[in-house]
Every structure is written in C-alpha cells, then in structure tokens.
C-alpha cells in the first residue's frame, strides 16, 4: 500500500509477483490497493489484465474490484466496455453497489447519454439500491444540460420525495437549466427555494443567475444580485465581473461598464482576455472608438497574448463605422503577428467590402480562403449570396448559391428573404428556381 501511495505501481506490481512466487497468495486488500493504484495513475488496461489474471487464478473477485475498474473505464471515456464489465459481473452473480452505479451514471451523463443512465436509475430501485444525492444531482445536471428541463425537475421533485435534501450542486444545475431556455422566474423561484431550505448559494449560484438576468437584459436585476453577493461576504470572482460588464455593454451602458471594469481592478480582480475582449466589443458597439483604441492599447502595453478573437473585434469595429481601410490593415498585418485569419475573420471582412460596394474584393477574398488554409462556412456562403443580391449580381449569386447546396450548407432567414424578393420581382428565371434556399 505504501508503495501505492508513493506512485510506486511497478514496484507494487513486482512485490505481490515476488509474493506469488514465494508461496504467498495476495488477499483482497492487497489486489484492491494495487487495482486503485493502477487506475487512479490512468492504467486501466494494466488493471483490466489484472482482474483476468485474479480471475484465472481462482481469486474470488468482488464488488470493490470490479468498481474499481469500471470507474476508471468510465473516466477513460470507455462507456461501453465499462457496461460491458457491468453485465459480466452480474452474470457472475456479483451485484453492483451504489458506488458502481454512480460511477457509470457519470459516464454516461458525462457523453450526452442521458436517457441511458436514467434507465440506470429505474435499476438501482428495482435492485433496492437507493440512490444518493450525488446520482440524482449528476443526472438532474445532464438532462438539463441536453435542454431536457422537464424530465430534469421530474427528478428534482424525485429527490425531494424520497426525503433526499438536494445539495448546491443540484440546485445549480436546475437554475443553469432554467437561465439555458431563458426561464429567469423559475430560476429565481429555484434559488429562492434553495435560500429557504438552508442550502446557502455560492459564488457559481450567483454568477448563473446574473448571466440568465443579463441574457434576458434585466440589467438592474443582475447589478442587484452583484451587490447582494458582496453584502453576503462573497467576493465576486472574474466570470461575475465578465457577465455583468457584458450585459451593461448589450444594453447600452458602456460607460457603467467602464467604471465596473475600474472597480474590478481596484479589488483586486484581475481583468482576463475575455474581459477585455467584452469591453472591447462594447465599445466598438456604441461608437466609443477612441476608447476602443486606448483600450487595445493597454493590453498591448500590459503584452497580453492577444489572441484571433481579439483581433476579429477590431476589424469588425473598423468596418462598422466606415473605417475599411484599418480594418484591412489588421486583417493583412495578422500572419506578421504570428496568427492566421479564421472563417469569421474573412466573414467580417468580405461584409466590410460589400458594405463598401466593393464587390470585387469581397469576391477575390473568398476565393482565396481555401488557398490560405481556411474552408468558408455556411456563414461565408450566406454572406456572398447577400451581398451579390443587394449588388444586383443575380448570377453570381445564382452560382454560390448552387455551390452552398453542395457543400451541404443552407440559407439562413436573410438570404431566403432576399431570394423570395427576387422572385416576386420575376427577376429569377424559372429554370434555376429550384436553387432557390428553404428557410433554416
């Protein structure tokens, strides 16, 4: 065992071999400490050969063993060899416990595969095994995660009714689900009822509900519950500041989001890429381009590791408000930088020349993306088509129209709109009006 907690599995592994061949049969406590060793440093297949050769040699194998392995096949992302482990040891006549079953629900859950480990847990109550609160909360989570809201409170209510108090984990993973499909009142109601039940919220139940009140742009709720947390102790971390700095930036308020981005710092709180990408965007958005500037700035005196995303910002900033040719600088200067453009930032770009009446450019430019090593998206592809119609270009549109359909991508709601426009106008011949897009 001693070896086993020191990370010492071959030497482990070579003294229960040296016992083997002194006489001594290694006892249950000895192949379980060496099987857990085996799985927690990852060599599950080294435990696998080593529950057979327990087996060949007429060691009664339990419970714990198989558990053991099954969990760490589980977490090797090997659902279904570890469901297959489970069958064989029933078939062998040893039940599995609370433990192995938890480990496979998480499996499961953990690869979308919901549905499955509810099934589990139908078993485990015709087995009489009684689930705990770590296996309803693990699938409460999951079923909400898949948008499953429904079977997710069923559960919930499932955990209350078996006399089960849901702990903290479980209450957040019901308000996420809630804040997911835009349901605020019932995640409020959930965290209220958490509160009444002594289940005190943590600074994830907080940062869950302020972004579900930003996303619905209840900003004033969302500050409110940003200032309960501090008057509760809590010290906001840098995903609350990073939501509430994005909500005030989507509703308009870029200058309160200025000065929380300040108060961040004077706590304390160190501003992330994601912060200033945020702030970066906002001010870009209501036309603060100065600002924007000086800000790009600091993270250049402060030599963040700017990455593509931050960069995509400012040319999409610099074509918004008429400024192509920066934006084409950046755009160009990216390899110099060490970076290469992706889908989104030949996307900005290609709009930025159509909204500049540069239609010729924006047709060079995608043309040259697969040479430069990035493939146009269905984005890409509705763009093109979008600018060619406003431009008037009818059969260019026509032709990557035709080729979007092969690359197997489909018209969003703009582009069909503007192709039924066409139409009415009795501007597309009826020949090519088959290419003509459905509705996403």
Known sequence: MGLCLQGNISGAVSLVEEMENKGYQPDAITCGTLLNGLCKIGQTGVAIRLLRKLEKGNFELNVVLYSTVIDSLCKDRSVNDALNLLSEMRS?????????????VQGLCNFGRGREAATLLNEME???????????????????????????????DAIIQRGIDPDIFTYNSLIDGYCLQNRLDEAVKTFNLMV?????????????????????????????????MSNKGMVP?????????????????????????????????????????TLLAGFFKNRRIAEAIALFQEMEDKRLDC??????????????????????????????????????????????????????????????MDSNGCSPDHHTYNILIQGFLQHRETSKAMKYRKMMVEKGFSANATTAALFIDLLLSNQVDENIQELLPKFE
Do not use: W
């Open 196 to 228: 009444e039940k002594g289940c005190l919220p943590n600074v994830f139940s907080y940062n869950i509900l302020i972004n579900g009140c930003c996303k619905s742009k209840k900003i004033d709720e969302a500050t409110r519950l940003f200032h309960e």
């Open 237 to 277: 971390d840098v995903v609350t500041y990073n939501t509430l700095i994005g909500g005030l930036c989507r509703v308009e308020r870029v200058q309160t989001a200025l000065e929380l981005f300040n108060t961040m710092q004077a706590c304390g709180q160190h501003p992330n890429l994601e912060t200033y990408a």
């Open 92 to 104: 062998k006549g040893i039940q599995p416990d609370l433990v192995t079953y938890n480990s496979l």
């Open 307 to 368: 990455n593509i995303v931050i960069y995509n910002i400012l040319i999409d900033g610099f074509c918004n408000v008429g400024e192509l040719t920066t934006a084409r600088e950046i755009f160009s200067g990216l390899p110099t930088k060490g970076l290469h453009p992706d889908a989104r930032a030949y996307n900005i770009m290609i709009k930025g020349f159509f909204k500049n009446g540069l239609v010729d450019e924006a047709s060079e430019l995608f043309e040259k």
């Open 126 to 156: 015709q087995r009489k095994i009684m689930p705990n609160v770590r296996t309803f909360s693990i699938l409460v989570d999951t079923l909400c995660k898949e948008g499953m809201l429904t079977e997710a409170k069923e559960v919930f």
